[in-house]
């Protein structure tokens, strides 16, 4: 089931953010850890940028500083030319889990995530709208505990959107889905963009995702030295979306943004980013092998479609009615 947001009235323009030489270092027992080192990054208003890095590397603690939830030891942040100090009401932001209070309906809920002063009849209007923009109209009066995760986490959205903020920071907000479930929220969440077009800097530890939902991709990393995480590399997306999850181009940058966080792809002839039509002769199985009405391929120009990986060769097909010619097997 693909679930579809609707349009809803959205009160203030998107913000863009510069991050300038951010550091913060956290200290246990007299002991310093350095978390974050000399980061420095531009976001467009309505740009959505993913952050992603090994565990430990600093991600929610970067996102935790735009919002004013932490402070950096040394930096700035500036949101729309102006500083970020203390929680930051031009940002909202989504985690792992809803947080939804389970006392409160679905609408009650959402209507938290009001500014204080919204009129009785405005704020309604404006819950309605959120509640229709992720497919839950219907579900109003139910609580958190009568409706499933992936319900729960479009409240907890629709919350986050409820005071028409600048700047959405999600924290790994489709961590805790099902994979179906997963791959519909992502698109619910460019159907929200699309209707709501705020800034977006999300967290995830899924390389897929973030080339699915990004303009930039944001690798956060550090060298032996322990001295902190800081930007690492930077990809631009390429194409519009939404975007073709089986294409090449994207599963190229999976394969570099996976060798940067240190995870092998075990990429072979014929799989991933090479693909088969451009495999040089030497990885094309020998002519016998190949039925006997297909050409010698290495000299011919017409093409089949069948298996060259290096490791399996596709046997002949037996003529009809050969019964002693092995057949081929999957």
């Keep these: 089931m693909r679930i579809t ?7 203030r323009p998107a913000d863009p953010i510069r991050i300038s030489g951010v550091g913060r270092t956290f ?15 531009d976001i467009a208003a309505g740009e959505i940028v993913a952050l992603i890095g090994a565990s430990g ?9 735009v919002c004013g939830l932490d402070t950096p030891d040394t930096g700035s942040i500036v949101i729309d030319d ?8 031009r940002c909202a932001v989504a985690f792992q889990e809803p947080r939804l209070l389970p006392w409160r309906t679905l609408a009650a809920n959402v209507a938290l995530g009001l500014p204080r002063g919204t009129g009785r009849e405005a704020g309604a209007a404006r819950v309605d709208a959120l509640l229709r923009l992720v497919g839950l109209a219907g579900f109003r009066s139910h609580r958190p505990r009568h409706v499933s995760g992936g319900m729960a986490q479009r409240a907890a959205l629709a919350r986050a959107l409820a005071r028409s903020p600048g700047v959405l920071l999600l924290d790994e907000p489709f961590g805790a889905l099902d994979a179906l479930t997963r791959l519909q929220m992502q698109d619910l969440l460019l159907d929200i963009h699309r209707a709501e077009p705020t800034t977006v800097i999300l967290v995830t530890h899924d390389v897929d995702e973030a080339l699915y939902l990004a303009d930039r991709v944001v690798l956060l990393g550090s060298d032996d030295t322990g001295a902190g995480s800081t930007v690492v590399r930077v990809i631009d997306v390429p194409g519009d979306r939404p975007r073709d999850r089986g294409s090449h181009d994207l599963a190229a940058l999976r394969a570099g943004l996976l060798e940067g966080l240190g995870v092998a792809t075990h990429q072979h002839a014929g799989d991933g ?6 495999l040089p002769p030497d990885d094309l199985p020998p002519d016998d092998l190949l039925p006997d009405h297909v050409p010698d391929r290495r000299g011919a120009d017409s093409r089949v479609a069948h298996d060259r990986s290096p490791h399996v060769h596709a046997a002949a097909t ?4 050969d019964a002693d010619t092995p057949r081929t097997h999957a």
């Design 318 to 321: 037996p003529a009809a009615g």
């Design 27 to 41: 200290t246990t027992d007299g002991v310093a850890l350095p978390v974050l080192r000399e980061v420095h990054l």
């Design 57 to 65: 590397s600093g991600k929610s603690t970067l996102l935790r500083q």
């Design 273 to 278: 980013n090479v693909p088969p039509d451009d």
């Design 82 to 89: 102006r500083p970020v100090a203390g929680v930051d009401p």
């Design 5 to 11: 947001a609707t349009s809803a009235v959205r009160t």
